[in-house]
């Protein structure tokens, strides 16, 4: 098992009048190979969910287990470590640098993990080339549309080949045919063998993943899996 979440709860200001039960007793688990919605509404708790499978944060009571290791055990620069190799994160602001290129963006966690500069560039180029950005590759964020500054964010998300990808809101800034065609990138990131998470709070987003966990107040209250015709980003399912 990739995932396990056993009775997991994430309290702000526990104990206060004011106390926030982000989760609340949330219990999980998510195979090796899933594409998976984490669907709610705003305060439904999607967001701290993301934080902590994604080692952003951890829980207050409860165990996390990724890949079988205690979360709870790591230290911060083993969190930092699997941040950077295990998972590829997307948000819908982009979170680019501004001052950067598109390749120099995407080259920025390859750093982190040490890799040669020689090498990165490769990498990074292979990155910007798999969502069609190559042509793009030495334009600065303020020159892309939001539909090539998401690729570029989703480019550097991918270019370490992390076996976890975690969207959070990935279309949210987007039109929907951009939007249609960075969730058919993220259904071939599955079909590839990436797990993939997408927390959204778009019922119809949610619909493009094979098994959706909806969350309210902090809990669980529908786990499901689907059939799903895979968009190709061309108007069809492949």
Not at 130 to 135: Q, S
Request: proline share 3%; aromatic share 6%.
């Amino acid at each position: 098992m990739l995932i396990s979440l056993k009775n997991v709860y994430k309290i702000y200001g526990e104990g206060l009048e004011s106390e926030v039960r982000a989760l609340d007793g949330v219990s999980l688990e998510i195979d090796y190979g899933e594409f998976v919605a984490i669907a709610g509404q705003s305060g439904s708790g999607k967001s701290t969910m993301m934080n902590v499978l994604g080692c952003l944060d951890i829980p207050t009571y409860g165990d996390y287990l990724l890949a079988g290791q205690d979360v709870s055990e790591l230290t911060d620069k083993e969190l930092s470590h699997i941040r950077n190799k295990q998972i590829g994160f997307i948000f819908q602001g982009y979170n680019l640098i501004a001052s950067l290129t598109a390749v120099e963006n995407v080259e920025l966690p390859l750093i982190y993990q040490g890799v040669s500069a020689f090498d990165r560039r490769d990498i990074a180029m292979d990155a910007l080339q798999r969502v069609g950005l190559a042509d793009r590759a030495k334009h600065l964020p303020s020159e892309m549309s939001g539909g090539q500054q998401q690729r570029v964010a989703i480019a550097r998300a991918i270019a370490a080949h992390p076996p976890i990808i975690m969207a959070d809101e990935p279309t949210g800034a987007l039109d929907s045919k951009t939007g249609l065609e960075v969730l058919a990138f993220l259904q071939q990131l599955n079909r590839e063998g990436s797990t993939v998470l997408l927390i959204t709070h778009d019922n119809g987003i949610a619909a493009t993943a094979r098994r959706i966990v909806r969350l309210s107040d902090g809990k669980i209250i529908e786990d499901h899996g689907q059939d799903v015709d895979w968009y190709d980003g061309k108007g069809g399912a492949p």
